[in-house]
């Protein structure tokens, strides 16, 4: 009787015996998933706060990074036209790859509690190594990789993660929406940043505008830094044994997650090609370069919505079922640019393309903590997928500069064509993934909404 009143004290509900929990769920402890602290709310002070914050770190790193169209037209023109179009290009999808590959290592971080110290050094990092772009000299690469590719990429990598990790902390059925939200700061950065560049570039010079925005940045990741809120999670026994982390184990042996992951590389090949080099599209296609400097920010204005809307109906349909049409018709669009060659028509590619295109950022994390048995364990899966997809995305653009590039013309085509298979690639795969996932949660929660 006494064993009986010890074990109900510290269960507080009804669970299989040690031996069947290990065997079920070995990553997860039973504290973990009835302490009331860690339980998402959907709501509150707190959580509206939290994705405020996101939102700004949002604005101020993926949203810049989404500007780099203005510095491929700047440095393939103007700073570095010594250098192709697809070694310039190495320097944006470096940095897209240092935001993203260190991933294992910050969603760990991330699980054990390190959130704001990330942000901390990630604010530090991400402003010095702006302040030290702008004294970069004209024709130096070196100095323009290590600072915007390497330092604001690594700076980038300490925010972009965590800031989306956090909100599997206070959202579980609204997840999808408030995801949806918080990003949607990346899409009006992409409008803002390249309006400013380039305006400030005209009316002072370029390395000047590079010093407002790095401290604007700095001022807005200040502000996100004091009214994020995160929710500590329970350490695990002192008693346990050091081993292989069985979040790891479980993840290796998830079908539907290793699909997704590999579905996620084949997109992030493809998917950003408009995103750099369609502003250097339009003046190639005879497009007034007054006109041009705003397509960028087109593209990134359509992306806004592209990231609301979908994420809300994701919460009602599941976002395989929302995510999986918008890549579908997104390949379709990048095939489509061969019939644009005119403003009017890069501006209603850029609108149609960023609504579509901008699902791919907002509900991966969404998928990804779909896919997560646990909140605990959402930093870890999400830094995972984000180490591959960083290779995808470091070789992507690279990889489509070589085929834009010719002798003496650019070869528009063989980048479209590279672009539009590897998109619905990845859609093929998400399909795959889905079908794995409903086979491994029929009747559960989890496999509910797909």
Same mark, same amino acid.
């Given at each position: 009787?006494?064993?009986?009143?010890?074990?109900?004290? #510290?269960?507080?509900? /009804?669970?299989?015996?040690?031996?069947?929990?290990?065997?079920?769920?070995?990553?997860?402890?039973?504290?973990?998933?009835?302490?009331?602290?860690?339980?998402?709310? =959907? %709501?509150?002070?707190?959580?509206?706060?939290?994705?405020?914050?996101?939102?700004?770190?949002?604005?101020?790193?993926?949203?810049?990074?989404? @500007?780099? %169209?203005?510095?491929?037209?700047?440095?393939?023109?103007?700073?570095?036209?010594? !250098?192709?179009?697809?070694?310039?290009?190495?320097?944006?999808?470096?940095?897209?790859?240092?935001?993203?590959?260190? %991933?294992?290592?910050?969603?760990?971080?991330?699980? @054990?509690?390190? *959130?704001?110290?990330?942000?901390?050094?990630?604010?530090?990092?991400?402003?010095?190594?702006? *302040?030290?772009?702008?004294?970069?000299?004209?024709?130096?690469?070196?100095?323009?990789?290590?600072?915007?590719?390497?330092?604001?990429?690594?700076?980038?990598?300490?925010?972009? #993660? /965590?800031?989306?990790?956090?909100?599997?902390?206070?959202?579980?059925?609204?997840?999808?929406?408030?995801?949806?939200?918080?990003?949607?700061?990346?899409?009006?950065?992409?409008?803002?940043?390249?309006?400013?560049? $380039?305006? #400030?570039?005209?009316?002072?010079?370029?390395? $000047?505008?590079?010093?407002?925005?790095? &401290?604007?940045?700095?001022?807005?990741?200040?502000?996100? +830094?004091?009214?994020? !809120?995160? +929710?500590?999670?329970?350490?695990?026994?002192?008693?346990?044994?050091?081993?292989?982390? /069985?979040?790891?184990?479980?993840?290796?042996?998830?079908?539907?997650?290793?699909?997704?992951? &590999?579905?996620?590389?084949?997109?992030?090949?493809?998917? *950003?090609?408009?995103?750099?080099?369609?502003?250097?599209?339009?003046?190639?296609?005879?497009?007034?370069? =007054?006109?041009?400097?705003?397509?960028?920010?087109?593209? $990134?204005?359509?992306?806004?919505?592209?990231?609301?809307?979908?994420?809300?109906?994701?919460?009602?349909?599941?976002?395989? $079922?929302?995510?999986?049409?918008?890549?579908?018709?997104?390949?379709?669009?990048? *095939?489509?640019?061969? %019939?644009?060659?005119?403003?009017?028509?890069?501006?209603?590619?850029?609108?149609?393309?960023?609504?579509?295109? &901008?699902?791919?950022?907002?509900?991966?994390?969404?998928?990804?903590?779909?896919?997560?048995?646990?909140?605990?364990?959402?930093?870890?899966?999400?830094?995972?997928?984000?180490?591959?997809?960083?290779?995808?995305?470091?070789?992507?653009?690279?990889?489509?500069?070589?085929?834009?590039?010719?002798?003496?013309?650019?070869?528009?085509?063989?980048?479209?064509?590279?672009?539009?298979?590897?998109?619905?690639?990845?859609?093929?795969?998400?399909?795959?993934?889905?079908?794995?996932?409903?086979?491994?949660?029929?009747?559960?929660?989890?496999?509910?909404?797909?």
């Amino acid at each position: 009787m006494s064993v009986g009143s010890q074990s109900s004290t #510290l269960q507080p509900v /009804p669970s299989p015996k040690p031996a069947t929990l290990m065997e079920k769920d070995v990553h997860v402890d039973v504290q973990e998933i009835t302490d009331p602290a860690i339980i998402p709310m =959907d %709501g509150g002070r707190d959580a509206w706060m939290t994705i405020a914050g996101t939102w700004l770190i949002q604005f101020c790193t993926y949203g810049y990074t989404s @500007a780099f %169209g203005v510095y491929q037209d700047f440095y393939t023109r103007e700073f570095l036209h010594s !250098k192709s179009p697809s070694d310039i290009s190495w320097i944006g999808s470096f940095q897209l790859f240092m935001s993203y590959a260190p %991933g294992v290592l910050v969603g760990r971080a991330f699980d @054990a509690g390190y *959130f704001h110290y990330m942000i901390v050094a990630g604010s530090a990092i991400q402003v010095t190594s702006m *302040f030290m772009l702008s004294l970069a000299r004209d024709g130096q690469y070196y100095q323009v990789f290590l600072a915007q590719a390497l330092g604001m990429g690594l700076g980038q990598s300490l925010l972009f #993660l /965590p800031s989306l990790s956090i909100i599997g902390h206070h959202f579980k059925r609204r997840r999808a929406m408030a995801t949806g939200i918080a990003v949607s700061g990346a899409s009006v950065g992409g409008v803002i940043w390249p309006i400013m560049l $380039n305006q #400030l570039g005209q009316r002072t010079s370029f390395a $000047n505008g590079i010093r407002v925005t790095a &401290g604007l940045t700095g001022v807005l990741l200040l502000t996100a +830094k004091f009214i994020m !809120k995160t +929710k500590h999670l329970p350490k695990a026994p002192s008693s346990q044994p050091p081993t292989r982390s /069985p979040v790891f184990q479980v993840m290796f042996r998830d079908t539907a997650y290793l699909i997704s992951i &590999g579905a996620a590389f084949c997109i992030g090949l493809g998917i *950003f090609f408009p995103y750099f080099y369609l502003q250097l599209y339009a003046i190639d296609k005879g497009v007034n370069k =007054d006109l041009a400097f705003y397509v960028i920010a087109i593209i $990134n204005a359509g992306s806004f919505f592209g990231r609301l809307l979908p994420n809300f109906f994701a919460d009602k349909i599941g976002p395989y $079922n929302m995510l999986i049409p918008c890549l579908v018709i997104s390949s379709i669009l990048i *095939f489509s640019i061969f %019939g644009v060659h005119s403003f009017a028509g890069v501006a209603i590619f850029g609108i149609l393309y960023g609504f579509w295109s &901008g699902s791919y950022v907002s509900l991966i994390p969404s998928l990804l903590a779909q896919l997560s048995t646990h909140v605990g364990e959402q930093g870890t899966r999400m830094g995972v997928a984000f180490s591959v997809v960083g290779i995808a995305l470091l070789i992507g653009t690279p990889i489509e500069g070589v085929l834009v590039a010719g002798h003496g013309d650019y070869k528009w085509y063989q980048a479209i064509i590279f672009s539009g298979v590897m998109v619905i690639s990845g859609a093929v795969g998400m399909t795959m993934s889905r079908h794995f996932f409903i086979r491994q949660n029929q009747g559960g929660e989890r496999g509910s909404r797909v």
